[in-house]
Every structure is written in structure tokens, then in C-alpha cells.
């Protein structure tokens, strides 16, 4: 997803569309080409297929969140658990899907996640715990990590509780207002503020 | 799932290791004939086909966490989150394909949110915020429910977080109880005891 092209951003919107609304074992390619217009070998010639188009996806949205995640360095628990919502909102289905697709063991998963999720990890400890290395937490604050990742991850993981009023733009924001405070509560303990 | 019998145990057993593993749409009515060891006309006569057979699965583990749930009233929020743990960890495989299936819309998810979902989340909303009707809860208490679901699902969402550890009996118990202390923190205001 280097070079950004018109057809490229087309098949990745289609893909996730699709992925989203049917999973990935249950999507083809011939699908993807469908819903994005295009003519099926430009899937294979940008892709390699659509193994190929998956990992681009999921990398990128990984990727993405990941330099979210470093560039609130210094910024308050709070102010970063909100712009992590705030993309995630902006990015629903993508959200949705990548979530879902990481709970089936593979080979792509696992180079995912000793790269991107470990990093994540890292990056989350250091934030909430002024840790520097994931294996210093203690057995308690790696439970506290796992469930910060539950409530970061619930909006996307219950869909039937999004109601399609948060779809507005106010309503995004008063959902991430709201959804943010109690996070904050439960952790604000624990985070330098 | 009414009248127990080896062999539907056998397929039971051998579509939830699958499903587990491989995901829903990637298995298929033979590899779980071959995986349990039986003819597969068999997942036919009992199941009516891999679709029967993936809804008697996932209706019979709603049923038993909505009947733990209904079991523990009057008990208290601290005591009712350790139960359905134990029930979760008891059935890690079981608990972790059924999250994730539920996050693809359909026919049958929709009939299932309906009934099953709807009465979790009122028993939830009664134990947490003693409210006869979900729809009487706040906005700022619907976001509280949602992350109490996100919790409660983040063991068996982010499977790469479990340590084979666990599995035994002391650290099962012992994740239990610290993974319940945490969410106890967060919502010992809002629940009664």
C-alpha cells in the first residue's frame, strides 16, 4: 500500500467491506472485484491475491495504530485512549474485522504479532506503568493490560451494542467522551496525570 | 444437544477444536468426521449439517453462561464475575470460537442476540446498576456495560495473551481472582455489596 493508486484504494475499500460484513473465508476475490468494479486480475497484480490484500490490510491498520500510539508520547492516558477510539470510530469496519481475523491461529498472525502487538504491549506498559520492558509487569498489571485492551477493543467486538446514531459526528464524539472517563477511572491510578 | 450421547460428544468436542482452530468457514463437514472419528452421515443425522450443528454449539453455551448468570442472584457482582471465569476458562476453546463468530452478521446471530444477548445483558444491568430494564440504563451506564462485556471477553478475544501456565488448576484459579480484583475496583461503586 506504498504508492497510493485510485484502483488500489478501491479494492481495499471493497475488501474491507466485505470482509467486514462476511468474514474472510467466506469473501472471494471474484467478490472483492465485484463490489470494487474493477476486473479481477488487478487483485492478483497488486495483491498477489487475496491472502495478499488481507496481510496489506491488516499491516497497514497495525501499523497505523501503532504510530497513533507514538506520537501521544507525553500526552496524558486519558488524550491517548481517545485518539486510539477516535480511530478506531473513523475506521469501523477495519477495526471490526482486523479483531476478529487476529483470534484464528496462523503463520501471518504470529509475525504480527511478535512485531506490531508486542510493540503495542510495550508501548501500553510504558504508558500506564512507566515500565520499559513487557516481562518487567507484574502479574497484576498484565491482568490490567489484558482488560484495557477488552475495553478498547468492546466497541468493536459487540457489534450489536453500536447504535447507528454514533455514526454522526457528535455522536462519535459524546461516545468517546463518555467511553473514555470511566476507562480513566478504572486506570487513572495507575497512569501518570 | 438434549439427549447426551458419546457419539454427538465425540462431534461436539472435535467442531469446537476445529471451529477453535480454523474458524467456522474453514472447516468442513469432513474434517470433523475425520477429527471425531465417526462416518460423517452421522453429523447429518444428529446436526442436519455443519450449520445445525455450529448453532446447537453456540446455543448451548449461551443457555449454560445465561443460566450461571440467572443462578447467581443475589450474590454478589464480585462473585458472579469469578463464576462466569471459571466457566469461560473451563471452556477456553468453546468461549474464545464463539466471541469471534458472533462478531459476523447473520440470520441466525440476529435471533440469538434477540433472546440470548438481550436477557445477559439485562441480568448485567440489574446486577450492576439494580435496573429492571436495559433500556432505563444511561448512556454513561450502557458505556460501562459495554467495557464490563469487553473485560470479561479480552482472555478469550487476544488468545495470544494466555500462557499454557493457566491451564492448570492453581493458576487458573489464581488468574481468576487477580483478573476479577481489577474489574471489581472499576465497578465496586456502581454494584451493590
Redesign the interface.
Known sequence: MKKPSPTKDKVIQAAVNLFF???Y??TSVRDIAKEAEINISLISYYFEGKQGLFEAIVIDHLETKLNLLQDCHGESFHTTIKKILYYKMDNYQLA?FV??EM???STFLREV?VTY?AKEDYLWASILFQVEDVSDLS??Q???L??L???????F?????QRDERRTKDAKR??VE??T???N??YGADSHQ
Open positions: 460484513q462476511k468474514g473465508h467466506a471490526c479483531h476478529r483470534m484464528i491461529d504479532l502487538i502479574y497484576e498484565e491482568m490490567k489484558i482488560q485492551k477488552g475495553m478498547l477493543q468492546a466497541p467486538t459487540t457489534p450489536w451494542n459524546y461516545f463518555t467511553y472517563a470511566h476507562i477511572r478504572c
